[in-house]
């Protein structure tokens, strides 16, 4: 079965700390692996794809296949950084449909 | 740049009424999607389009109906409403892994609309 694991509900860390939100999937085939995110008030946006091995806003991720893991991490996290994230896959039917994760919270403290 | 537009942003409804939820993309995407986000479930699919005139049931279809008559326009509806629909309703746009110059993976980055905040009471 397809599925995208978030085990964190929230995390919280202070201004200046290095962040990683875990995220495990499963999946049969080879994935596409995104990351999105929703800041306070806005809508659902991508914050980075596994596929374009780019990093935006200082965050990285990178795509594990042995250990199914596509982690995200900031070596130094800012409050603005604080809001929602989903990990979220996409299979191989071309449709463009997302598994999301259940979601982490990151409330980055002064 | 409206991109991806959903109407309305709050509603309430009692058991039993129906509603349409209307998306509208201004980005010529060929797919549109309709999720659902409850606390601790994350996102999930209830209904989804490739294309103008197709639809597909997602993951939880059940007490839905949609239709795409429209390429622009993706719209979801409730028939009989029930509280374990109350929910944050989210619709999405991409394109098609076979648009012309988007490499594969490069085109499923999905665009959303900014909610609606639905309560069944």
């Known amino acids: 079965a397809q599925r995208v694991t978030q085990p964190e509900k929230l995390l919280s860390v202070f201004k200046g700390a290095p962040v990683e939100l875990k995220c495990n999937y499963s999946?049969?085939?080879?994935?596409?692996l995104f990351w999105y995110v929703q800041y306070s008030r806005q809508r659902l946006q991508l914050l980075l794809r596994?596929?374009s091995r780019e990093s935006i806003k200082g965050f990285t991720a990178d795509l594990n296949k042995g250990e199914t893991s596509f982690h995200l991490k900031k070596p130094f996290a800012q409050e603005e950084d604080s809001a929602m994230y989903y990990c979220a896959l996409s299979g191989l039917s071309n449709t463009g449909k997302l598994i999301f994760g259940q979601g982490t919270t990151l409330q980055v403290k002064p | 740049n409206a991109g991806v537009t959903q109407t309305p942003k709050f509603r309430v409804l009692k058991t039993g009424q129906s509603m349409t939820l209307l998306c509208a993309q201004d980005?010529?995407?060929?797919?549109m999607y309709w999720y659902r986000q409850d606390p601790g479930m994350g996102l999930r699919l209830i209904h989804y389009s490739v294309g103008e005139g197709t639809t597909a049931k997602g993951e939880v279809p059940d007490g839905y109906n949609v239709s795409r008559l429209k390429k622009q326009n993706f719209l979801l509806g409730l028939e009989s409403a029930a509280p374990s629909q109350t929910s944050v309703y989210f619709c999405?746009?991409?394109?098609?892994?076979?648009?012309?110059?988007?490499?594969?993976?490069?085109?499923?980055?999905?665009?959303f609309g900014q909610g609606t905040r639905l309560t069944v009471v």
């Open positions: 596994h596929i």
């Open positions: 999946y049969s085939g080879s994935p596409e």
């Open positions: 999405a746009s991409s394109y098609s892994p076979s648009t012309p110059n988007q490499g594969r993976g490069m085109n499923t980055e999905a665009f």
């Open positions: 980005m010529n995407h060929e797919y």
